[in-house]
C-alpha cells in the first residue's frame, strides 16, 4: 500500500514561514528583496488569505518604489482583494498621490469598481483627499456615477462631512 500523496492544500512550516516573509516584504517596502524574488520567479500576482495582491499591500502602506517594481514584473493594477477593492481604491483611501498617480499610469482604471459599486475617486471624495480627487477627475472620473446604493461620490463626501472634496465635486456639477 502506497501512502497517500500529501495534500496540496497544506503547506509545510518552511514554505508558510517563506510566504509571511514574502507579504511582509510587500507591507515593509521593502524592495530590493521583493525584487530579488521576483527576478527568480515569484509570481507578481501572488494574493494572501484575504485576497490582497502583493501590489495592493505595498500601495495600501504607500511604498511607491516597492508598487514600481511589481508592476514592472506584470503586477495586475486592477486585481481586486476579497473586499472588492483595487489597488488605486486603496491609495484613494490613504490618499497616497504618488502611488494613485504610478497605477494610474500603469493601466489602473478610475472607473474599476468593487461588487458595490464604489470607485476610487468615491473613496477620495469620503476621506477628503482632494489631491486624488482632482487627479482622478482629470483622468477621466466621472462625479456622476453612483455605487450599488445610489450614493454618488459627493453625496458620500457630504455624509462624511468632507467638506474639501464635496466643495470640488460640487464644482464639476
Do not use: W
Request: net charge negative; with cysteine.
Amino acid at each position: 500500500m502506497q501512502p497517500a500523496p500529501p495534500d496540496p492544500n497544506t503547506l509545510d512550516d518552511d514554505t508558510l514561514a517563506f510566504v509571511r516573509r514574502v507579504f511582509q516584504h510587500a507591507r515593509a517596502g521593502e524592495t530590493a528583496a521583493l525584487a530579488e524574488l521576483l527576478a527568480q520567479g515569484l509570481p507578481p500576482n501572488l494574493r494572501n488569505e484575504r485576497g490582497d495582491s502583493l501590489l495592493m499591500l505595498a500601495c495600501y502602506h504607500g511604498h511607491a518604489d516597492t508598487a514600481r517594481v511589481l508592476l514592472a514584473h506584470g503586477a495586475d493594477p486592477e486585481l481586486m482583494n476579497d473586499a472588492g477593492q483595487t489597488p488605486l481604491a486603496g491609495a484613494a483611501f490613504k490618499g497616497d498621490l504618488a502611488v494613485a498617480t504610478l497605477l494610474l499610469d500603469h493601466g489602473a482604471r478610475v472607473e474599476t469598481a468593487g461588487p458595490n459599486g464604489k470607485q476610487a475617486l468615491m473613496f477620495a471624495a469620503m476621506f477628503n483627499r482632494s489631491d486624488i480627487a482632482r487627479l482622478l477627475l482629470a483622468r477621466g472620473a466621472d462625479p456622476g456615477v453612483a455605487d450599488a446604493d445610489g450614493v454618488t461620490a459627493l453625496a458620500a463626501a457630504r455624509r462624511m462631512g468632507a467638506a474639501d472634496t464635496a466643495a470640488l465635486l460640487a464644482a464639476t456639477d
